[in-house]
């Protein structure tokens, strides 16, 4: 059975940091694509970052330089540093796992709230 558990969301001010983590269980973590995707409300839900299983990094242009993608194997555990945080970065955050070689086996976490506060 895949389960992504999120945690590390919070209410923050803006300016402040956190760090959301992913803990996966019921798939060889390291042979997926994982991402971290928002969904503020009203809004269509949003790639916020992606770590190939390569290593390889893709950002939304909205949170380069800010937020850093890692992910580690050995913990089946992916992992969200935000810096500077804005208002406009409220949002549910998800975590995300795909099968890079079968589009149909694409897992989804509950969420996580992130609220910033102006």
């Known amino acids: 059975q895949v389960q992504l558990v999120e945690s590390g969301g919070g209410l923050v001010q803006a300016g402040d940091s956190l760090r959301l983590s992913c803990t996966a269980s019921g798939f060889t973590f390291s042979n997926y694509y994982m991402g971290w995707f928002r969904q503020a409300p009203g809004k269509e839900r949003e790639l916020v970052a992606r770590?190939?299983?390569?290593?390889?990094?893709r950002y939304a242009n909205s949170v380069k330089g800010r937020f850093t993608i890692s992910r580690d194997n050995a913990k089946n555990g992916l992992y969200l540093q935000m810096n500077s945080l804005k208002p406009e970065d409220t949002a549910v955050y998800y975590c995300?796992?795909?099968?890079?070689?079968?589009?149909?086996?694409?897992?989804w976490g509950q969420g996580t709230q992130v609220t910033v506060s102006s």
């Open positions: 770590i190939s299983s390569g290593g390889g990094i």
């Open positions: 995300n796992a795909r099968n890079p070689n079968l589009n149909s086996m694409n897992y």
